[in-house]
């Protein structure tokens, strides 16, 4: 079973009485009596980045995949607690001075404290990242509204790409390779969006996992279905010119996660407010398509209105 059906079957039911938790189906826990709202993450090596060879940029990648998921909610996060698993070989002295001098650039740049956190021994690395922000409201996921606009931010499918550089899949000139890897480490998380997103989104989530898939859990309570056009999924000009160069088909390079960009829907009354703050913050907004109502018959449009959809799941831990 993958990691969502073995929380529906065996965890779910645990939460029943706890409204804060949203019965596990969000990214968050959101406590209204205090404002609370917490977010928890794990990552694995081997598993969410290839290895450990770099790990100032791997901390980086845990800590923005991290924030993330307050951002996507409206949420500005405020603390952030590590808890870290390895080994003499994995946390050298050189390896731990690089590890603090990236948390301190991530804590500058996103004005975000370290508050606590745990070690422990393993053969392989792995971090727990648990994010704190307050909050008077959250947008919550199952809360799209029939004919809203879905909209994405920045661009999608440079972190597959240079995930796939890492783990020697690809190879590509040393230009667009740095391009590419740096994506991947480093995502560029829509962090100047947050205190907007609670003005017009209806339901909101960031994409991990990939595109389509996780516009399927952003209303898999809802009796809607969606569409999305092709080229209106936005991407990167150098992405664009390794397709052209390589001669791959854009659909391929789209739905595989890790892009940390915010998936959210909202009615169309608000697509010049939209705008013109895409064009004020100097972040990329765009809309890729719109939900539809009573039907699960979702459709992926290329350029000549024919429906590709085939079965983009994404990506799912199975057990």
Known sequence: MNEFELIKKYFQKLSNNNTSSFKLNDDVFFYKKNKLVVSVDTYNEGVHFPNFKLPNLVIK???????????CKGVKPDFYFISCSGNKKSFTKKNLNLISESLRQEQKKFNIKLSGGDTTYS?????SITTVGFSNKIIQRNNAK???DIYVT??????????KIVINKININKRLKKYFIKKYYCPDIPYK????LNIFANTSMDIS?????????????QNLSFEIYLDQIPISVPLKTYLRNANKKKENYLFNGDDYQILFTAHKKFRKFI?????????????????????KNNILFSANHLNILTDYQGYFHKF
């Open 275 to 295: 705008k013109n703050l895409s064009i004020k913050m100097n972040q990329k907004i765009t809309i890729i398509g719109k939900i539809n109502s009573n039907s």
């Open 146 to 148: 029939i004919n809203d």
């Open 209 to 221: 996992d990939g595109l389509i898939g996780d516009i399927k859990k952003l209303i898999n309570n």
């Open 61 to 71: 990648k845990v800590l923005r995949s991290s924030i993330s998921d307050l951002i």
């Open 193 to 196: 969006i947050t205190n907007h």
């Open 154 to 163: 920045g661009n999608i499918g440079d972190s597959f790409i240079g995930l």
């Open 123 to 127: 053969s392989k690395v792995s971090f």
